[in-house]
């Protein structure tokens, strides 16, 4: 059998993955964030990289070449300190901000919000060597090793064939100058580490669906360990009888005492009942005083019938009724024409006058 065997064959319970989550046990894959991070990085420089780059180079000029500075005198190497970080500043926090929206983005998807102050403490069971040739040895490292491989190989790959495609252009660079030279290898190597970008990006979210598959496995269970969890959140099964048992008498209880000063009982026909009163005197709006489904309304119909409660079956109301008025709430202003046809026709039965609503 397989329960005898201690295979796990269910799948993890709600509560069994919270308490993972909760121990740190949470899908991620560092491949994945580490890509995610290089990709964000290189489009940044892409598109923002241009004017640092013109900045560096407007900088280099004006201090290599030009007038030579005549004086050095403390207040002017200030300035020209504070001038050269402010430049660097306005160019370069947008990419470091860029980057760090990237890395936080990357990790937030596959984890969220998680704070796990426990994990800050040392771990001396990591220090058993027994354990750390498993961990060596284990499935997951196995994989990172193919990983490793195969991201080393996609990356010589990727880089040989972008470079390879732009052969005749370097060959040809002899024909340009300097800035124009610089230019091209620029952007080259820019698009170059783009495309391996993409591709180490394109591997991770296979590394992801691998720990995601591998978290899967680790969280089964057995059927006696969710049987063991069942009987945990639930309870001893004759406490949780008892305990539903004395809630029914109370509400029981509860009814008993409101049902009789209630004006209509509204049923559907026999699995809800809904006791409304109505004293335009001291109510603005028309009360449910006791509600129920199943044997709580058989009670309240038999109340109704001790007491000369009206009892009419109106199957929607009782319906809307049941379900969006809570006991000893007020009818919504949507039922009211609904709720005082049904007053009205019970005074025309009884012979009374119909109440007015009082204004005020």
Partial sequence: MAEADGDKTQDATPHRR???????????????????????????????????????????????????????????????????????????????????????????????????????????????????????????NLVRLGMGVLKMLLVVGVAYASLYGEREKILGLSALSVPQIGSYFTQILLWTSMKIAAALFALAVFDYGFQWWKNEQDLRMTSQQVREEMKNLEGNPQMTARRKQVQRQLALSRISTAVPKADVVITNPTELAIAVQYDPETMAAPIVVAKGAGVIAQ?????????????????????????????NHPVPQEKYAAVAEVLAYVYQLKGKKIPTPRTG
């Fill in 18 to 140: 919270q308490q993972a989550r909760e121990e740190g046990h949470v899908v991620k894959s560092q491949d994945l964030a580490s890509a995610a991070l290089l990709l964000a990085g290189v489009a940044t420089l892409l598109g923002l990289g241009g004017p640092l780059v013109e900045m560096l180079a407007r900088y280099s000029t004006e201090q290599l070449g030009g007038t030579a500075w005549l004086s050095a005198d403390p207040d002017f190497i200030v300035f020209q300190c504070h001038r050269l970080v402010y430049s660097l500043g306005v160019h370069v926090l947008p990419i470091f901000g860029m980057l760090m929206a990237a890395g936080i983005a990357a990790n937030f998807f596959q984890v969220g919000f998680l704070f796990l102050p426990d994990k800050l403490a040392p771990d001396l069971s990591r220090l058993d060597p027994l354990a750390g040739l498993q961990r060596i040895f284990s499935l997951t």
């Fill in 299 to 327: 009670r309240i119909r038999k109340l109704a019938l001790e007491h000369g409660i009206a009892i009419l079956e109106r199957k929607p109301l009782a319906q809307a009724l049941y379900r969006e008025v809570e006991v």
